[in-house]
């Protein structure tokens, strides 16, 4: 990972957005202090891959991969502080790390031969391996994930429309992670 960061600037604003993160959990005397610093790493990695963004091609595929995920990753973790205390917050990040997390697929999907053919293909075969490893697990997830969703709604204060609108998507989100699931399964593709 670290060559790629040193190569590609925005992977290590958003490394080092994500590891402000996780100082501003573990050191609980200076959340805000850290929590402003991983948004202005994040902004400036933002930044950095706009200006950047070409296209996809042997040297940026690696770079771009990694960054999507870590960017994915970071609006996961806020999406999980975001639960704590605010659930109507929790949905709508929670929606946006899902759609970064589709356009992470879409940056996979679009350059697997790149990504095959590059320095970290061990890793990808080793993740291909655990993926069909681990599908009934990764149901299992689903499952939990969407029990969590229907709680976490049936606590919120929202009015029945919303609260409506809400389970119906949650549900849809099942119904994803369930034919996700067995997509996977059934391809004979070596692609994601």
Known sequence: IMPVALSAPYVMYQMLALSALHLSHTRTAQTIQYREEATFLQTKALSLFNDSWAEITTESCVPILLFSSLLSLHNLEEAVTASETDVGGFLNRFVTYLNLHRGVRVVISQSWQLLSQSNITFILDRAERDLHA??????????????????????????PEAEQACC?????????????????????????
Do not use: C, N, W
């Open 134 to 159: 681990t599908s009934v697990q990764s149901q299992e997830q689903a499952i939990f994930i969407t029990d969590r969703l229907h709680g976490l709604l049936r606590d919120a204060d929202m009015g």
């Open 168 to 192: 119906e998507a949650v549900e849809t989100l099942q119904l994803v992670y369930q034919s996700e699931s067995s997509t996977d399964g059934s391809s004979s593709e070596k692609a994601p």
